[in-house]
Structures are given as structure tokens and as C-alpha cells.
């Protein structure tokens, strides 16, 4: 005798159906009530540094412009007529110009203060000087990564991040086609609806087309946060300071050369220890018989192929070292693929270092394409996505409060989020997808089991928060 398992009835199948459904839309619908007016800002605040590093620069450089001449001054003479400008100031960085048209500019320090100046590559002149950090680029930046309110704004922006990645996966399967339609019509608005159902076919086909690049610029924006990025992902990929041939290295990390807020370091080399000078370690930089000086190093990274701009440090302490860098996330270039690191020892002139893009790990190569891509550094076709993308974050966290605010009775003193299924059982899928965010993305994860455990615990068993929260 053989036995058969029963086949469910197809009434059955669609009443599990639509309860996963309604699950996956409450669960859209609660990270969506966390998750937009912090998508709302990052977009805004994004537009904000993309538009002012193309129309002024990421350091000012394009608020002067010069008349190209034969020849240029030495760089220590537009040093110097830099230090000029700032009594009592000490030189602490050069960015060489990016066109024939743009000025150098130079870092000078006042004690704590930082002043950027301008000077003519050809005449040696200063053109103007600013505060450093002290614009509209760096006050976007600092509501960008922590709402100008330090690590709790880490952490908020974080925690949301995570979210975005839920509301993804829960967005695609609230627009998978189903009933009968099919992915043509899936991803082409139907304009002809109204009211709420003409704003939902306009949610979700942008929705879709934006899902990918959002997941995109989520995870490269996590690499930056407090947790995910610097403690974890970045911690096991970062660019191992042995392939420097055994250089003496320094207690300070690659981050010490971040100036203030801004990240100026590649993200795989940013908790790097530095090589350190005083040895006759590494090999042949700046030809023997020459000083080392700022001079002699500019002329070393033009010879290496350093062209356009890029950035010289110059050494900090006696065993500090020349640092040249061109890294597409602080606008250098517009391929990522180009970047490149190199520390020379301030006595001998040596070469201690020298990374390029080839050398990085998978992450660290993935994240210097991703940061660059998220950043619109990339190129004019760069810029127009990014900006196409900003402006279809907005337009999707406004939707979303337009198609919630349409479904609410008037008058409702209550969330009206969908409501939980009464019979759901285990939804083994959603249960994966969710603890796998919540491995993934540990600080999410930890607020998603606490929402579940006080939905469970509390709040479905307390009638006035069940009635405010449903």
C-alpha cells in the first residue's frame, strides 16, 4: 500500500499567499517609517557635496582659474607664496592643479586652524585663501555621515542603512508579478490608474529600476559607518603593511591622514600602520645627490606617473614620511583604477611604499569602484545617474507617505499599518532573508529582533498600542 501526501487546496495556497504578502508589506511599511525621512536626507545631502565638488571642487580648487603660461614657478616658490598669506602658518599639503586652467592649492596650519590658498602655478601669486572644511560641500558631509550629532548619528544612519537593504528585498517581492501579469507590464507604469493606485505603479517601477543602485550605494556607504565598516568588513580586508618589504613602520595608522571629518585615505589602506623614515630600507625614489624636499618629490611623482592632480603631504615628525596619493574618492581622478599611494622616507628619498589599485584585496578593489561610483567621480555619465538616482530617492520615500496617507481613513488616530495575518505559521523565506540581514548587518539585526520581541511580547497583547501601531 502505497501512501500519497494530500496536494493543499488552491484556496489554501492563496491564503498563504496573500498572508505573506501582507506580512512583507508591514514589514516594507515599518522600515519604510524608519528608514525615509533618513533616505530623504542622505539623497538631499548627497545632491548637495555631488553639485558643489562639480561647480566649485572638493577643495575650492575651481573657484579661480589661471592664464596657462610656458612654464611654471618651482613648487616651493607657490609654497612659499602660500605660507606668505597665513602669518605664522606651517605647510602641510599640496594638491597639484587638475587642468592647465586651475590654480595649486595648498594647505597651511595656524595651530588647529586650517586655511586652503590659491596660488597661480605660473606666476606664483596667491589668487585667495579660505577655512578649510567651512563649506557648503562639508556641512553636506557632516549631516551625511552623523546628522551633526557624532557617533549617535553613526549609529542612526547605520541602523538605517540596514533597513534600506530590508526594504529592498521586501519591495521586490511586493512587486514580483503575480496573478496572471506579467514582467513586461511589471516594469512599465500604468499612468492610466488614479488616485493611490496611480501613485503605487509609480512606487514600484521606479522602485525596481533604483533597487540595485540603491543596494549599491547602501553598502559602500556602510564601509564608512562606526560598526559595519570599520570594525568588521574593514578590519579583515585591509591592505596588509608585510608586502612593503619589511619598512620600518609607524604607531600611526593611514587614518591619521584624514584632516578632520572628510575620509581622504583608500579604505583598505585607512587602518594600514605608515611606513616610517630613518632606514635605508625600500628602493631608488628621489635620485641621490638631490635634497629631499617638496621639490624634488613633485618632480619624483610627475617622473612616476603622477599626472594631472594629485595630493603631497609632507612628512609630520622626524620619522614621518612624503606621502603622494591619487585616489578617485577625494576627486584626484576620474578612474578608480588609477588610484595609487606612495610614502617616501624623508632622509634617503626612498621609496617605502607603493600601492596601486592591482594591489588591493577583492573588498578593498570593490570598495574604491563603489565609493567613487556613490560619490559620481566617475565621469559626467556619473554625475547625471547620480543625480537621476537622488532625485528618484525622494520621489520614492515621498510616494510612499503620499500612497499611506491615501489608504488612511480621515480622521484614523492610528498608524493603519497592514494588518498581521492571524494564522501565518512559519514563513521559512522571510525568516531566512531576515536573519540574514540581521547577520550581515549586526546593529540592524539587533533592533529588528527587538521590534520582533516587542510586537510578539508586548504590543499584541496591549490593546491601545496594538490599536496606535496598526
Not at 501526501?5 to 524608519?34: M, Q
Not at 508579478?177 to 501613485?199: E, H, M, N, T, Y
Request: net charge neutral.
Amino acid at each position: 500500500m502505497s501512501i500519497t501526501a494530500e496536494t493543499p487546496p488552491a484556496s489554501t495556497e492563496r491564503s498563504l499567499a496573500r498572508a505573506f504578502y501582507t506580512t512583507a508589506w508591514r514589514w516594507h511599511f515599518y522600515a519604510g517609517l524608519y528608514v525615509a525621512p533618513f533616505l530623504i536626507m542622505l539623497a538631499v545631502t548627497g545632491l548637495m557635496m555631488l553639485w558643489s565638488a562639480v561647480l566649485v571642487g572638493r577643495d575650492g580648487e575651481k573657484l579661480y582659474s589661471v592664464e596657462p603660461a610656458a612654464q611654471t614657478v618651482t613648487v616651493s616658490a607657490q609654497a612659499d607664496a602660500a605660507l606668505g598669506a597665513v602669518q605664522g602658518g606651517s605647510f602641510v599639503q599640496y594638491i597639484a592643479p587638475r587642468t592647465a586652467e586651475q590654480p595649486a592649492v595648498f594647505r597651511v596650519d595656524v595651530g588647529e586652524a586650517a586655511t586652503m590658498v590659491a596660488v597661480d602655478p605660473y606666476r606664483g601669486t596667491v589668487l585667495g585663501s579660505w577655512e578649510r572644511q567651512n563649506a557648503l560641500y562639508d556641512l553636506a558631509n557632516d549631516i551625511h555621515g552623523t546628522l551633526l550629532i557624532g557617533v549617535v548619528g553613526d549609529r542612526l544612519i547605520e541602523i538605517a542603512a540596514g533597513f534600506g537593504v530590508v526594504l529592498i528585498i521586501t519591495g521586490l517581492y511586493l512587486w514580483w508579478p503575480r496573478d496572471g501579469r506579467g514582467f513586461a507590464k511589471s516594469l512599465v507604469p500604468q499612468i492610466s490608474g488614479r488616485g493611490r493606485q496611480f501613485w503605487k505603479s509609480l512606487h514600484q517601477t521606479i522602485g525596481v529600476y533604483a533597487a540595485a543602485i540603491l543596494l549599491v550605494f547602501l553598502v559602500s556607504g556602510l564601509t564608512w559607518a562606526g560598526i559595519w565598516g570599520e570594525r568588521m568588513t574593514q578590519a579583515w580586508s585591509t591592505f596588509p603593511a608585510e608586502k612593503w618589504d619589511n619598512v620600518p613602520l609607524s604607531d600611526a595608522t593611514h587614518a591619521s591622514m584624514n584632516h578632520g571629518g572628510t575620509k581622504e585615505v583608500p579604505w583598505t589602506l585607512e587602518q594600514t600602520p605608515m611606513p616610517a623614515s630613518g632606514s635605508h630600507a625600500g628602493h631608488a625614489g628621489v635620485p641621490e645627490g638631490q635634497p629631499v624636499d617638496i621639490d624634488s618629490v613633485a618632480a619624483f611623482a610627475r617622473a612616476s606617473g603622477f599626472d594631472a592632480r594629485f595630493q603631497l603631504t609632507v612628512p609630520k615628525g622626524d620619522d614621518g614620511v612624503w606621502t603622494i596619493a591619487r585616489d578617485t574618492m577625494s576627486n584626484d581622478s576620474a578612474n578608480p583604477l588609477s588610484d595609487r599611494t606612495v610614502h617616501i622616507d624623508r632622509h634617503t628619498g626612498n621609496v617605502l611604499a607603493d600601492v596601486k589599485f592591482a594591489d588591493y584585496g577583492a573588498a578593498g578593489k570593490a570598495m574604491a569602484v563603489g565609493i567613487a561610483f556613490h560619490e559620481g567621480d566617475m565621469g559626467i555619465w556619473n554625475i547625471a545617474l547620480v543625480t537621476l538616482f537622488c532625485l528618484s530617492v525622494i520621489f520614492l520615500s515621498v510616494s510612499g507617505i503620499v500612497m499611506w496617507w491615501k489608504r488612511r481613513p480621515s480622521g484614523a488616530n492610528r498608524l493603519v499599518a497592514p494588518v498581521v495575518p492571524e494564522k501565518l505559521g512559519l514563513w521559512k523565506t522571510g525568516a531566512f532573508v531576515m536573519l540574514a540581514v540581521s547577520l550581515l548587518f549586526p546593529l540592524t539585526g539587533i533592533v529588528l529582533v527587538t521590534v520582533l520581541a516587542l510586537d510578539m511580547l508586548i504590543v499584541r497583547h496591549v490593546k491601545p498600542l496594538k490599536r496606535a501601531l496598526s
